[in-house]
């Protein structure tokens, strides 16, 4: 399963943010989709998560109200949106697939290569 993350770059303060990531060579229907993100320096971070029919999505609490996760599985395509980006949203953004329980945590078996989302003040 290969995951494709687009849509980063320079964006400004204030504005709308759509990051989408197509998932090739599993069937994207029956895969629970998540967002991460990861700050220099840091270890990164869940965002969010979406099941597999997109009827239940789960974002951080801190997030919520601002991000929003998608996705259409006619395209194998999963979205996050972010409204009123902050420079503090500046980081690299993954999303992952298929999450397991290993050793008590939830970890993610897929992984794409991430985008860089750079906010500017």
């Known amino acids: 399963v290969q995951l494709q993350a687009c849509g980063g770059g320079l964006v400004q303060t204030g504005a709308y943010l759509r990051l989408s990531c197509e998932v090739s060579?599993?069937?994207?229907?029956?895969?629970?989709m998540g967002w991460f993100r990861q700050f220099p320096g840091t270890e990164r971070e869940f965002v969010g998560s979406i099941s597999q029919t997109g009827s239940r999505t789960f974002v951080e609490e801190d997030l919520k109200g601002r991000v929003a996760i998608s996705r259409d599985n006619a395209k194998d395509t999963v979205y996050l949106q972010m409204n009123r980006v902050k420079p503090e949203d500046t980081a690299v953004y993954y999303c992952?697939?298929?999450?397991?329980?290993?050793?008590?945590?939830?970890?993610?078996?897929?992984w794409g290569q991430g985008t860089l989302v750079t906010v500017s003040s």
């Open positions: 060579g599993g069937t994207f229907s029956t895969l629970i």
């Open positions: 992952a697939a298929d999450p397991r329980i290993v050793a008590g945590k939830t970890t993610y078996t897929y």
